[in-house]
């Protein structure tokens, strides 16, 4: 099969591949018919998450199932399904308290409490380094799907693959953002990062019952699509302060809940990054401080950007002297992807008009060098394999 595999640092192609094929009773075959490019796909292609081995990337895909394994009785051939990016078997502690994303079986050589910087991580993820369980990814004509009976979700055939492919990964990473800011309804929701996350967070603070929803970000096209298909407020902070601005609309409080939907690859400074090379740093924790800043006494932070390294300087007295809640993490796909489908189909959410591209997969080296660097207004890229 052809697939985008990753070589080296800024070095990804599409590449003949050994056909993937059934390696347990609860596996599937899938084939892929839409699939995406992430920004956490950027981590190992700009070497923010370590990867020394080829490996097929993306944990964005869906398709239809072409085989099954003889413990798979809720499936068959033909069936048009989405996958969750995060592997969980569903028997385990973990996936029996709806934490899937810890899952104890599902990363085998990596798996462990502690959670630390290059070993002992957390369940296991298609196409996201051997730390993660080393899972080829859906950026392919084909994929094997572990544990397929417990996390494929089949979907409507009057849908378009475009209107559900991102029941994936991103609307439910932005609906967790929003739902551990445990909204009561009427609330003002900062959302640092507009990019496909950060649409999907403004998306979903609408839909849990948000009052005012702003969103920040230094990349005017990025705002415009923002207050186009989400109806929100914006801030651009080449402009203005956004913590300053935050705190004007809030009557100078700062606002209930804060989002980071960007993570470590916020822009920096020269200095910056100096910085990060002498304390061992991988990226940036700017966009998580300004958070801290703009939320208000007693508030919520909700860190759904990635971060993969230690931080120095990290501002716990003010989260102390503020009394903030920090709620951090992989997303509950699992837990939450059954009522998100159900708000597709009822027509409650539209995913589909973040799309700003959508290219063969024999494009995929050109797709990923116009994401990285947002050229062509390039918002979220779709390829077809």
Same mark, same amino acid.
């Given at each position: ?53 080829? &490996?097929?990337? %993306?944990? !964005?895909?869906?398709? $239809? ?5 003889? =413990?798979?009785?809720?499936? *068959? ?104 800011? &445990?909204?009561? %309804?009427? !609330?003002?929701?900062? $959302? ?5 996350? =950060?649409?999907?967070?403004? *998306? ?182």
């Amino acid at each position: 099969m052809k697939a985008a595999v990753f070589h080296k640092i800024g070095d990804i192609r599409l590449e003949n591949t050994e056909d993937p094929r059934i390696e347990d009773s609860r596996d599937a075959l899938i084939r892929v018919t839409s699939t995406a490019i992430c920004g956490s796909d950027l981590h190992i292609y700009d070497g923010f998450i370590p990867q020394f081995q080829n &490996e097929v990337l %993306g944990h !964005e895909f869906m398709g $239809i199932v072409e085989e099954v394994g003889s =413990g798979v009785t809720n499936l *068959k051939k033909g069936d048009r399904v989405v996958v969750p990016f995060t592997i969980a078997c569903g028997q385990c502690f973990f996936c029996q308290h709806n934490l899937q994303m810890q899952c104890e079986n599902s990363n085998h050589e990596h798996y462990g409490p502690d959670g630390g910087l290059l070993s002992q991580k957390g369940g296991g993820l298609f196409g996201y380094t051997n730390l993660y369980g080393g899972y080829n990814g859906g950026q392919a004509e084909y994929v094997r799907v572990p544990y397929a009976d417990y996390g494929l979700r089949q979907v409507p055939e009057s849908l378009k693959d475009e209107q559900v492919l991102f029941l994936t990964d991103i609307f439910p990473t932005g609906w967790s953002s929003i739902e551990w800011g &445990e909204l009561k %309804g009427g !609330e003002t929701v900062a $959302i640092f990062g507009s990019g496909p996350v =950060g649409l999907m967070a403004q *998306k979903s603070a609408w839909l849990q019952g948000a009052g005012r929803v702003i969103a920040i970000d230094p990349l005017e096209y990025r705002l415009e699509r923002a207050r186009r298909v989400n109806k929100v407020e914006t801030i651009n902070p080449n402009e203005v302060d956004p913590v300053e601005a935050i705190r004007q609309m809030t009557e100078g409080r700062g606002a209930d809940l804060c989002v980071d939907a960007v993570g470590m690859e916020a822009n920096r400074s020269f200095l910056e990054k100096a910085k990060a090379v002498i304390n061992l740093e991988k990226g940036t924790t700017k966009v998580l401080e300004l958070c801290f800043q703009a939320v208000r006494r007693g508030g919520i932070v909700s860190a759904v950007g990635v971060y993969g390294s230690p931080s120095d300087n990290f501002p716990i007295g003010r989260i102390f002297d503020k009394g903030i809640t920090l709620r951090a993490g992989q997303s509950f796909v699992h837990k939450n992807i059954d009522h998100l489908l159900d708000l597709v189909v009822q027509g409650k959410v539209v995913l589909d008009d973040i799309i700003s591209h959508i290219l063969p997969l024999s494009e995929v080296s050109r797709a990923y060098d116009m994401f990285k660097n947002k050229e062509d207004d390039c918002t979220k890229v779709v390829l077809k394999p």
